[in-house]
């Protein structure tokens, strides 16, 4: 390696950048590079072309090379500059997120090193790194990010620490009070520490906020179940799974399906429901057992005819031909490239799948939740086309109905049911994914366009952090896009503004307490993010 050929080579590219000669530039500055690695004008210029040429990874890479450079020399301005570059070309470089958050924090902008901590323990936290999701949540803590509590919660939730988890929900909803996502696993750790009506409670709280929350279904089936009222619990997970298979997610589904079964073991609605996810996951034979089994329960039981339905799907389950890696790839990308418009429904098999919209909340139907000895009414997931009445002797709760759609045959998932819970329900949906022997009833999953337009309903509600889930979903359907990812980015500058905002006002309480009025005389961001 040699300085002075280096040189040589700096002085050609040059000439050929000033003659646009972009190839041949390139060319030369890579030469450069090769003779001296530590030239910072060499891997400069070679960022920049890179970037121009849209080779981004090679340009984050040299824009990399150059923040760490700078870095590790104490120049935290001119490292930052650089890491942000490196942020604008590759969202997902989590070491230069990590370094630019230090840098952030080194230089008192406590706003932006808050924000950088957030995004970072979200990034550990989806990749089942508990340990750093939990070390970079404390940091954000200590920055008084108020969505922290929630990341350091799900950490606990996730290791099955009810107690620990609890402890953290409860410090975020005595401040963001509405926030559904820390309800719906509070419910869910009570309903782990044997506190059920408390668990009970939060759950109705969620359908009040957020009718759609994916798992308050589950969280008041899981209350129930434990609480020994398994009648009660068995429409909950229904609609849960039910839910689930809307959202078309595999791994979600078969861990509802699990748990639901785990629960409620001796259930024939719930194994046949568990056959629908097996079937969704195209595990056929798996399918073909779980509805064999609900078939049996239903003989047992009496019910022939749900019986029958059951072996019929049993049947189509065993002939069930996986896709391969390639259709399902193109699938997607027809899924992503094909999205519905948003006031036109989205139809599969005829059936028409529900919009999460503010009408259909308006409109949904109750089943009804025992808390402290009292009932209240609990609305489900109104996701279905067709709704049913207890039998007559039961007084009907003054709720208006919904009109009946065309859908699929009633299937056995609720025929025993009905019959169970005179005295707990009266009014029971039938599931989107009611059984039929025609086979079983693919729920399409939210198309992107929708995706983003539920995002933007909750950013301008001030729901920033159901608007981050949302696009984090799409981010798991896309990762390449790159829009999801500028949008998210955004997101979490409003989510930092308004925890800001909310501490501003709490200390503001706090000065107005004080004797002298005194201010806690905290520093504001120096520069506007980004």
């Not at 022939?304 to 799907?313: K, L, Q, T």
């Not at 009804?368 to 009292?374: A, F, N, P, W």
């Not at 709704?387 to 007084?395: G, I, L, M, V």
């Not at 009109?403 to 009014?427: E, N, Q, R």
Request: glycine share 4%; charged share 30%; net charge negative.
């Amino acid at each position: 390696m040699s300085e002075e050929l280096a040189k040589k080579y700096l002085g050609e590219a040059n000439a050929a950048l000033q003659a646009k000669e972009l190839d041949e530039a390139l060319q030369l500055f890579e030469h450069a590079a090769e003779q001296d690695p530590n030239n910072a004008e060499a891997h400069t210029r070679l960022a920049e072309l890179y970037s121009e040429k849209g080779m981004k990874e090679k340009a984050a890479n040299e824009y990399h090379l150059l923040g760490s450079a700078y870095y590790e020399s104490r120049l935290f301005k001119n490292a930052l500059k650089f890491f942000l570059k490196v942020l604008e070309l590759d969202p997902t470089a989590i070491d230069a997120r990590i370094k630019a958050a230090e840098i952030y924090e080194t230089q008192e902008m406590e706003r932006e090193a808050k924000l950088e901590y957030l995004a970072i323990s979200e990034h550990f936290l989806s990749n089942g790194d508990l340990s750093r999701a939990e070390e970079f949540a404390k940091k954000a803590i200590e920055l008084k990010s108020i969505e922290a509590y929630y990341i350091l919660g799900l950490v606990c939730f996730k290791r099955a620490m009810w107690k620990e988890a609890s402890l953290e929900f409860e410090k975020l909803v005595k401040i963001k009070l509405n926030h559904a996502g820390a309800w719906t696993h509070l419910s869910i750790s009570y309903s782990y520490l044997n506190k059920f009506n408390e668990a009970l409670a939060a759950a109705e709280k969620v359908l009040k906020i957020d009718p759609f929350e994916p798992n308050v279904q589950r969280a008041a089936g899981l209350a129930y179940s434990k609480k020994g009222e398994i009648n009660k619990a068995t429409p909950f997970y229904i609609v849960a799974i039910d839910e689930a298979l809307h959202h078309a997610d595999a791994e979600k589904i078969l861990e509802v399906a699990n748990e639901a079964v785990a629960m409620l073991p001796g259930s024939p609605d719930i194994l046949f429901k568990r056959g629908e996810a097996l079937e969704f996951a195209e595990l056929g034979k798996q399918a073909a057992e779980a509805f064999n089994s609900a078939a049996e329960l239903y003989r047992k039981g009496g019910a022939v005819d749900s019986a029958g339905i059951a072996v019929e799907r049993a049947r189509a389950a065993e002939k069930l031909v996986p896709k391969d890696k390639a259709q399902r790839e193109a699938e997607q990308k027809k899924a992503d490239s094909c999205a519905a418009t948003p006031s036109s429904p989205v139809f599969n098999n005829g059936v028409a799948v529900r919009k999460k919209t503010a009408e259909a909340a308006a409109s949904s139907e109750s089943l009804i939740l025992e808390i402290d000895g009292k009932e209240r009414k609990m609305a489900v997931n109104p996701q279905v086309p067709a709704a049913e009445a207890s039998p007559a002797k039961q007084e009907p709760l003054a709720i208006a109905k919904s009109p009946a759609a065309a859908g699929p045959k009633t299937g056995p998932a609720w025929d025993a049911i009905i019959d169970s819970l005179k005295k707990d329900i009266s009014i029971i949906q039938r599931p989107a994914t009611a059984v039929s022997p025609d086979g079983a009833q693919r729920i399409t999953p939210d198309s992107i366009e929708d995706l983003f337009l539920s995002a933007e309903k909750h950013i301008k509600d001030g729901f920033f952090e159901k608007a981050i889930e949302v696009y984090r979903s799409v981010l798991k359907k896309s990762p390449r896009n790159t829009d999801v990812r500028a949008k998210l980015h955004q997101a979490y500058l409003l989510l930092a503004q308004q925890e800001d905002d909310i501490s501003v006002a709490q200390e503001n309480l706090s000065d107005r307490r004080k004797p002298d009025g005194g201010g806690s005389g905290k520093k504001k961001s120096k520069i506007a993010y980004l």
